[in-house]
């Protein structure tokens, strides 16, 4: 099986190149050796390696910037998925793809299965909603995995933004009234290698932990057990506040409710998802032990 990876350098593209190598080659080029926002440059990449196996992790996932720059989000969460979508049903071969909870508008308090209504409430869900229904009508043998509030112990997001900004604040605020799962990206990685590997059917499949928090809470969540393996702190999760949406303007909107079922992937690949508390002590020991290794090299120079 040839492998093409399309994000291969985000974090969510990291993990599946460790997890996917066990079910054949793959092929992970980084940006400087492929612009996926050039349709032409991704023709010739397809062209050439001619993969038997898509597994798309790129997108425009910055959610205020695509308020800014429309037309790159909309290359990138609509045009590439479709492009790699129309390539997968031309060859009859398998397309994995990854969207997002904000395709949903956040209403009510109860988790949303998969045929739930969608109504996205900016312009970084319009896209990826957009990508989504693209992959559909394509007529390609397809997995959608829609997740939420991903994080690694590598790359820009909302874990290691914490811990960044614990090293030099002695206070912090976050909202408290947007409700998800935090989901790392080893997880979303380890399910698509056993879908994979179990051939389970096209379709759109939730994926998240189990359980919900806060942004508030996962923030606080993070510092406690952050301070339990002594990295380097300037406060702790006492010195956290929590405040509404509504006192942290943002150019794009986000949805107050993320809550994902995964009912319908639990059953598909014949697992329990672990909850959320869990993975996230393992994804900061992971983070301690790259700090670690980072200093120790740095120190070697």
């Not at 001619?50 to 790129?58: E, G, H, R, Y």
């Not at 994080?151 to 206070?171: D, P």
């Not at 919900?212 to 993070?222: D, E, L, M, V």
């Not at 998802?273 to 670690?292: A, D, G, K, S």
Request: charged share 20%.
């Amino acid at each position: 099986m040839r492998i093409f990876v399309a994000g291969g350098s985000g974090q969510v593209g990291l993990e599946l190149k460790s997890q996917l190598c066990c079910l054949g080659e793959v092929f992970a080029p980084s940006r400087m050796e492929l612009d996926l926002a050039n349709a032409l440059d991704v023709k010739a990449w397809l062209d050439l390696f001619k993969p038997t196996l898509i597994v798309n992790a790129a997108a425009f996932t910055d959610v205020d910037g695509a308020e800014q720059t429309p037309d790159l989000a909309r290359r990138l969460n609509e045009s590439l998925p479709e492009q790699l979508a129309t390539y997968a049903a031309q060859r009859a071969i398998q397309l994995v793809h990854y969207s997002t909870d904000y395709v949903y508008d956040g209403s009510g308090t109860e988790p949303r299965k998969e045929e739930a209504k969608t109504a996205p409430v900016n312009v970084y869900g319009l896209t990826k909603l957009a990508g989504d229904i693209a992959i559909q009508r394509s007529g390609c043998f397809y997995l959608i995995f829609r997740t939420s509030w991903v994080y690694s112990a590598h790359s820009n997001n909302f874990m290691n933004t914490m811990l960044r900004l614990g090293m030099h604040r002695k206070t912090l605020s976050v909202v408290d009234d947007q409700i998800g799962a935090p989901t790392p990206a080893r997880l979303i990685a380890l399910v698509t290698q056993l879908a994979i590997s179990k051939g389970i059917e096209s379709g759109i499949y939730h994926l998240a932990p189990r359980g919900h928090t806060s942004w508030f809470g996962f923030a606080k969540t993070i510092f406690k057990h952050a301070r339990n393996l002594d990295m380097p702190l300037t406060m702790d999760e006492e010195k956290i506040n929590a405040i509404p949406s509504s006192s942290y303007p943002t150019p794009a909107s986000r949805p107050p409710n993320s809550r994902l079922s995964i009912a319908k992937i639990e059953s598909a690949v014949g697992i329990r998802l672990p909850y959320w508390r869990p993975l996230l002590v393992n994804t900061l020991e992971e983070r301690c032990r790259f700090l670690l290794c980072e200093r120790n090299f740095r120190s070697n120079l």
